[in-house]
């Protein structure tokens, strides 16, 4: 019976194993200390840092967490950070090569049978090419309303029920 129940452990630790590796997202699990449990290769990608380096270490020399505006790095193991389960907007991490990658994350807790906290999950993943790409819209539309309110020609924006919504500067003066 013991073998039994040894031999089904081994297999679901192995199909976790391999779950937990296919996952496309971003993930450490560290343990109540702080010390990185587990690192899937998409989080070696963000971090451009080796297994090696990486298992083991205490998730503070690895990651360090910033906000925009804020020059004081996040305490990412804080019982704040932990409760709110997330990084704030605008949060990035400087990876080995020196680059600014923009973050969103997700913190869980590893809980054990008896309810104890046994460490936690950070689920990431990098946005910086999303928030690029917000930027570019933003940029571009502050553009087109520019040049709305250049034009030399009396403009207006209707609805599809024939409300005007908004008119530019030659058009107000008409």
């Known amino acids: ?5 040894d031999e089904l452990e081994k297999q679901n630790k192995n199909i976790l194993i391999s779950t937990l590796l296919s996952v496309g997202e971003a993930m450490i699990t560290i343990d109540v200390k702080g010390a990185i449990t587990f690192v899937n290769d998409p989080a070696l990608e ?6 090696e380096k990486v298992i083991g270490a205490s998730i503070t020399d690895i990651v360090t967490i910033h906000v925009v505006g804020d020059d004081a790095p996040l305490d990412i193991l804080s019982p704040q950070m932990i409760e709110r389960s997330g990084l704030p907007k605008g949060s990035y991490l400087i990876d080995a090569s020196g680059q600014h990658v923009f973050l969103s ?6 809980l054990a049978e008896d309810g104890k906290c046994l460490g936690y999950v950070i689920v990431f993943r990098d946005i910086t090419n999303l928030l690029k790409a917000e930027n570019r819209v933003e940029r571009e539309k502050n553009s087109l309303e520019g040049m709305f309110e250049l034009m030399t020609s009396g403009l207006a924006i209707v609805s599809s029920k024939m409300i005007i919504k908004k ?4 058009f107000g003066r008409i």
């Open 46 to 51: 963000v971090l451009k840092l080796s297994f």
């Open 167 to 170: 008119i530019n500067k030659t």
């Open 1 to 5: 019976m013991k073998r039994m129940r």
């Open 105 to 110: 994350a997700k913190f869980s807790e590893l």
